[in-house]
Each structure stands twice: as C-alpha cells, then as structure tokens.
C-alpha cells in the first residue's frame, strides 16, 4: 500500500527528478503536497489526545548501544520540504517505550528489533505543517528503557524532558500513533538562547547538521518562511 | 612512531582509562599521521597473519525486495582484501539482517552483542554476532542504497564505528551516503577492517 501511494503521489515529482537527472526519489516527499485534510491531519490529532505516561523509574541491568545510517541533507530546503512537520517544541514526557521492528529468528539469541520510546513535546512555534502552538506532538525516537534493557543509539539520544528542540519531522502511515524525526541527528537541533546547536559533534562540512549549527532561530525561520513560499525545486541528490 | 604501534599504545592508553574514547585515539594519530587517523574499530575479534574470519550473516524480514543488494552488500567485505569471508546462514553468531518498516529516521541500524556497539573502546570484548535492522521505506528512496546500508550496517557487525574523521571517503559515514558513490569498499574503509582483524595490514 505504501509503494502504491507512494507512486501515486509522488508520480510527477519522479517525472521531474528524471527528466532534471537527478536520481534521488524521496519517497516522503509526498508529504509535501499532501492535502491538510488527510487522514495524516487525524492522526495528528489524534496524537495530541492520547494520555502521556509515567516514565519509567526502572534502572537497566542491560545497556546496549546502537549505531544508525542516515540519508543525508545538503540544504535545508531538502529537509524542510521532506518535513510534515517543522516546529520548535519542549519535551514534556516520554510514553512507555515499546521494542518494534520483525520479529526475531530465535527469541533464546535476540530479543528483538529496536526499542522505540514516543517523546511528547508541546509546540512552541510552528514553521511548517496543519498544528498550532500550545499543542502536543508526538514522535518516536530510537532507544530508551524497556524491562531491564537500555538502547542506546550513538548520536542520536533521546531528547531531554525540559529542552527545547527545532525538530523537522516525517510520518509513516505504518505508525500513526507518532511521526519520527528526519534523518536522526540532522532532523532536530537544541535551542539554546535562540540558537540551534547540532545534536552529534563535530559535525561534517557542508553537511545540514554543519549548515545549521550555531545559526540563530529567528534566522532560520525567516529561511523557512521563505521556503514555504517558493514552490518547490527538483530534489538534487545530497552529494556532500 | 609507526602507524600501527602508535595506535595500538594509545588503544593501550584508553582500556587503561587514560583515554575514554576511541576518538581520542583518532586524535592522537591524526596528529602526526592524518592519512591513518581513522581508525573507528572497537571490538577487536583479533585474527593472525594469514588468518580467515568466517562469519555468517542472515537475512529476515517481512521486505524481501532488497536480499539481492544485502548480499552483494556482504560481499563486498569479502572481496576486498581483508580478512573477512562472509557466507549466508543463521547460526548463534551469524549477523542477522531484518528488513521491514521502522519508525525511524534511519536507512538501516546495528546492535553489536555482546559489545553494544558503544562509541567507548570496550577493552577485550569479542563480538559475538549483531542485529541489523534495515528501514525498508526509506532505503527505498534510493536503489544505490539498499546495498551500501548492507555494507555499512556489516561494517559495524565487524566492529568498524562511524569514522572519526568527518572528510573520509568511508562507507562509515554515518549520515553521507551519497546514492551516487561507489559501491566498492574504499581504502579507509578496508584499512579500518583490517585493524580490527589485521590479517593483510599488519600480517602477510
Ligand atoms: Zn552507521
């Protein structure tokens, strides 16, 4: 159903992606161009009225640590246009995490696929996307605590309750109780005295996370209101 | 002070606590020989000179689209020249790829076991064997990617982490896989395997 809506949507964007040379086909980029009223709308509702739990006290006998790969970003266009959701948020809780992914081959070797902790954050500003300042959103990061286990993933951590973040945002309708964040550490940046601080340093020149590193909210904001005006251009590959 | 015995006193240097990070080893050989500064290894599966690793990897999953990639993936380990050989087969220590949807931002992820795959040296850890898992939707964006994640995701199960050096060509770059590099290990890449198994650099 995905690839089918995929092609569907994003049909006249490969058109132009392949007509322009450009190979890189961003599936999410049907968000782009999704209509407000989609059932993407309810689910963000939705997320907003789903009770937040206590987080868990339970200290870990077990601690792993997890590395990831990510698709990269060059521009911030790239990444604002790929977004659902742009907003400026403070983590408020974390909901009880849950260990998704397939199942294991042999439960006596593996537990499992990773374990996913929703982050529930109240919305400061919005930059892109059909919510409002005051309201809840809530996405999934990688990691957290689960029974006696603790995943950690390398330079990505979970987000701080009490610290505000500009998070670029995604949704997979496979998971509609909570977006994700794009593209790990180059999709949500710490906000400190109005300016945005990359989550992994040193970061790589000219890579997004580089782009955007020290660089004052107001200045990127006034950058993505700009973008939000300009219709979109071809995607180009992320060649950093 | 040659390459080799420079990092090994200074690996030396950060299981004794002088050091915390491996990066700092990076650090530390970068000073006087920024060509070989990237070493990204922890968990040492140590192999003598002329010695072969045999490790299996499997692949699992509710996506089966990409299995033909994972594998030319895997192979690309083997056939460069490193001590590796990677054969398909689920066993006790295989490295088990699992391939479907996953609320990430992420193309594809390893857990290394027993080590954890921790960016800290994690002194005489042996690996064991990994869980890879691999984000179907978004390897999806690009063909070029459904075989570099399978390299890069291996290259951790081989202990190899996200190279120090944020300017390599690496197929460890964590969040540069640029769709339009090429497919084959790169130097760094292969002298970084070898560290950690050194049956080409420092053996034959
Ligand atoms: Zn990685």
């Known amino acids: 159903?995905?690839?089918?809506?995929?092609?569907?949507?994003?049909?006249a964007t490969v058109l132009v992606l392949a007509v322009s040379g450009s190979v890189r086909v961003a599936s999410r980029q049907r968000y782009a161009t999704a209509p407000k009223?989609?059932?993407k709308h309810i689910s963000a509702m939705s997320k907003r009225i789903t009770k937040p739990e206590t987080p868990s006290t339970i200290v870990p006998k077990l601690v792993l640590h997890s590395?990831?790969?990510?698709?990269?970003y060059a521009s911030l266009e790239g990444l604002y246009r790929?977004?659902?959701?742009?907003v400026a948020v403070t983590i408020t809780s974390y909901d009880k995490a849950y260990r998704g992914g397939e199942p294991p081959r042999s439960l006596a070797k593996d537990p499992g696929g990773p374990i996913f902790t929703p982050v529930r954050a109240v919305v400061n500003e919005v930059y892109?996307?059909?919510?409002?300042p005051r309201d809840t959103v809530v996405f999934d990061q990688t990691g957290g605590d689960l029974g006696d286990t603790r995943e950690i993933l390398d330079g990505d951590p979970l987000a701080v309750i009490g610290s505000s973040y500009l998070v670029f945002l995604g949704s997979f309708p496979e998971f509609p109780k909570a977006d994700y964040i794009l593209g790990g550490p180059s999709g949500r940046y710490l906000l400190t005295n109005g300016s945005l601080a990359s989550i992994e340093q040193p970061t790589r020149k000219g890579s997004i996370r580089d782009l955007l590193n020290g660089r004052s909210l107001s200045d990127v904001a006034a950058e993505m209101r700009q973008l939000s005006l300009t219709p979109p251009q071809p995607t180009t590959i992320a060649v950093q | 002070m040659p390459v080799r015995e420079e990092l090994t006193s200074c690996v030396q240097a950060a299981n004794n606590g002088v050091y915390n990070q491996v990066g700092s080893c990076l650090q530390y050989?970068?000073?006087?020989?920024?060509?070989i500064g990237r070493i990204s290894g922890r968990a040492v599966q140590q192999s003598g000179p002329g010695q072969i690793v045999n490790r299996n990897f499997?692949?699992?999953?509710?996506v089966s689209s990409y299995n033909s990639a994972i594998r030319a993936g895997a192979a690309a380990w083997t056939s460069s020249p490193?001590?590796?050989r990677y054969t398909e087969g689920f066993s006790a220590s295989s490295d088990d790829i699992y391939v479907g949807s996953y609320d990430g931002g992420w193309l594809g992820r390893t857990i290394e076991h027993p080590c954890g795959g921790t960016d800290f040296w994690v002194g005489n850890c042996t690996l064991s064997w990994s869980h890879v898992d691999y984000n179907a939707p978004n390897v999806d964006q690009h063909a070029q990617w459904a075989q570099q994640v399978s390299t890069h995701e291996l290259g951790h199960a081989l202990g190899l982490g996200h190279p120090f050096d944020l300017s390599v060509s690496s197929t460890m770059q964590s969040d540069l896989l640029d769709p339009g590099a090429s497919l084959n290990l790169t130097a760094y890449d292969i002298e970084s395997v070898n560290f950690n198994y050194p049956n080409w650099y420092f053996g034959i």
């Open chain 1, 67 to 72: 590395q990831a790969s990510y698709a990269g």
């Open chain 2, 29 to 35: 050989s970068q000073g006087t020989t920024p060509q």
């Open chain 2, 58 to 62: 499997s692949i699992t999953g509710s």
């Open chain 2, 82 to 84: 490193t001590a590796i």
């Open chain 1, 1 to 11: 159903m995905k690839r089918n809506l995929k092609i569907s949507v994003a049909a």
């Open chain 1, 128 to 132: 892109k996307g059909d919510i409002r």
């Open chain 1, 37 to 39: 009223s989609s059932a």
């Open chain 1, 82 to 86: 790929e977004s659902v959701l742009v």
